[in-house]
């Protein structure tokens, strides 16, 4: 296992982003400082064996890898209501023999807000409530908008965010791409995503409205107890020329896609407590995949290792 340094460090700028985060969502000491609202369950993955020609990556060759998956919503509020418009994750932990692991983090959007670490700064001053309203400055934002023509796709993809019937009726991307590398290292650039076998299911703003503040987690354990949650891990090949390096690019819906494997989500983990505490890292990789050259995947490990401190500190 290895959690690739990123290139360029921004130890200060991920203090700063932190900091900002907790000015955005308000300050909840031990909680993360995003996705603060989320629950573990126990599962499986069934690789088809379809990656095995592009990546030596143990967790995709062809045996089944117990997981641990956290299903969480956007907000750093711990408390925020499960029918608020916002974005949603799924992080998966596959856990290798040996202790080694390896996680895939995704979120219900297929593109990200800013393309660089610093870009994602100018976002959060931008988004900050103002003192007055207690609202973000309609204006301000407007201004971040028109200065990052890049970000529109997902302010827009933030905007128009579905409110689910269930964490398990959500497309998940993990947005950036990753390098795939097969047994004579040759390299492959791939962007990942979960296909729900339930189908995408959403709700009317009505329906919506009649929902509990903690219907997603009490929906899927009813689900649980009566159904199998099931997710298709889809991945996209890149062609040679398409975008590594910017989160904010979707590639052409032409390209090449193969099934890798199936996410059997099988009941709630039974030391919640213990497996909240642990950081899902997008950089925490095994040999056969590589970070891309994207910049702000290449800066979430030191962003999340800040949180991570605050948190398990009880700050
Ligand atoms: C510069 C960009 C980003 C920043 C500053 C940021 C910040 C954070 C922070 C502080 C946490 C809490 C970490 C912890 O305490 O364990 C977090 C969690 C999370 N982020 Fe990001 N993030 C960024 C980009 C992204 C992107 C592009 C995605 C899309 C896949 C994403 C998806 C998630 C998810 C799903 C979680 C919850 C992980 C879990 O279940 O533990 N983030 N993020």
């Given at each position: 296992?290895?959690?690739?340094?990123?290139?360029?460090?921004?130890?200060?700028?991920?203090?700063?982003?932190?900091?900002?985060?907790?000015?955005?969502?308000?300050l909840y000491p031990g909680y993360r400082r995003a996705h603060a609202k989320g629950s573990?369950?126990?599962?499986?993955f069934l690789p088809t064996g379809a990656a095995a020609e592009y990546t030596t990556a143990?967790?995709?060759?062809?045996?089944?890898?117990?997981?641990?998956?956290?299903?969480?919503?956007?907000?750093?509020?711990?408390?925020?209501?499960?029918?608020?418009?916002?974005?949603?994750?799924?992080?998966?932990?596959?856990?290798?023999?040996?202790?080694?692991?390896?996680?895939?983090?995704?979120?219900?959007?297929?593109?990200?807000?800013?393309?660089?670490?610093?870009?994602?700064?100018?976002?959060?001053?931008?988004?900050?409530?103002?003192?007055?309203?207690?609202?973000?400055?309609?204006?301000?934002?407007?201004?971040?908008?028109?200065?990052?023509?890049?970000?529109?796709?997902?302010?827009?993809?933030?905007?128009?965010?579905?409110?689910?019937?269930?964490?398990?009726?959500?497309?998940?991307?993990?947005?950036?791409?990753?390098?795939?590398?097969?047994?004579?290292?040759?390299?492959?650039?791939?962007?990942?995503?979960?296909?729900?076998?339930?189908?995408?299911?959403?709700?009317?703003?009505?329906?919506?409205?009649?929902?509990?503040?903690?219907?997603?987690?009490?929906?899927?354990?009813?689900?649980?107890?009566?159904?199998?949650?099931?997710?298709?891990?889809?991945?996209?090949?890149?062609?040679?020329?398409?975008?590594?390096?910017?989160?904010?690019?979707?590639?052409?819906?032409?390209?090449?896609?193969?099934?890798?494997?199936?996410?059997?989500?099988?009941?709630?983990?039974?030391?919640?407590?213990?497996?909240?505490?642990?950081?899902?890292?997008?950089?925490?990789?095994?040999?056969?995949?590589?970070?891309?050259?994207?910049?702000?995947?290449?800066?979430?490990?030191?962003?999340?290792?800040?949180?991570?401190?605050?948190?398990?500190?009880?700050?």
């Amino acid at each position: 296992m290895s959690v690739q340094p990123p290139d360029g460090a921004h130890p200060q700028l991920a203090v700063d982003i932190v900091d900002r985060l907790e000015w955005v969502s308000g300050l909840y000491p031990g909680y993360r400082r995003a996705h603060a609202k989320g629950s573990c369950y126990r599962a499986v993955f069934l690789p088809t064996g379809a990656a095995a020609e592009y990546t030596t990556a143990a967790h995709l060759q062809g045996d089944p890898v117990p997981a641990t998956v956290r299903f969480s919503n956007f907000s750093g509020n711990p408390y925020i209501w499960d029918r608020t418009r916002s974005a949603r994750g799924l992080s998966v932990a596959f856990h290798l023999p040996g202790g080694v692991a390896t996680d895939l983090v995704s979120v219900s959007q297929p593109v990200f807000v800013a393309a660089t670490p610093q870009a994602f700064r100018n976002f959060l001053e931008a988004a900050e409530p103002n003192m007055f309203t207690g609202s973000p400055d309609p204006e301000v934002v407007r201004r971040y908008a028109t200065e990052h023509a890049e970000a529109m796709r997902g302010l827009r993809a933030v905007k128009n965010t579905p409110i689910p019937v269930s964490y398990a009726t959500i497309r998940y991307w993990a947005v950036h791409a990753f390098i795939w590398l097969d047994k004579m290292r040759r390299r492959t650039a791939v962007r990942y995503r979960w296909e729900p076998e339930a189908g995408v299911q959403q709700l009317s703003d009505e329906r919506a409205s009649e929902k509990s503040p903690t219907y997603l987690s009490d929906e899927l354990a009813d689900r649980l107890a009566s159904t199998t949650v099931a997710f298709q891990l889809k991945v996209q090949i890149a062609e040679p020329g398409d975008p590594t390096d910017d989160c904010t690019v979707l590639w052409p819906n032409d390209r090449a896609e193969i099934t890798a494997g199936r996410l059997l989500v099988t009941g709630p983990v039974e030391d919640q407590a213990k497996w909240d505490r642990r950081m899902f890292d997008p950089t925490r990789l095994v040999p056969g995949i590589e970070l891309s050259d994207d910049p702000v995947l290449r800066f979430r490990g030191q962003v999340y290792s800040v949180s991570h401190g605050r948190r398990t500190q009880g700050k």
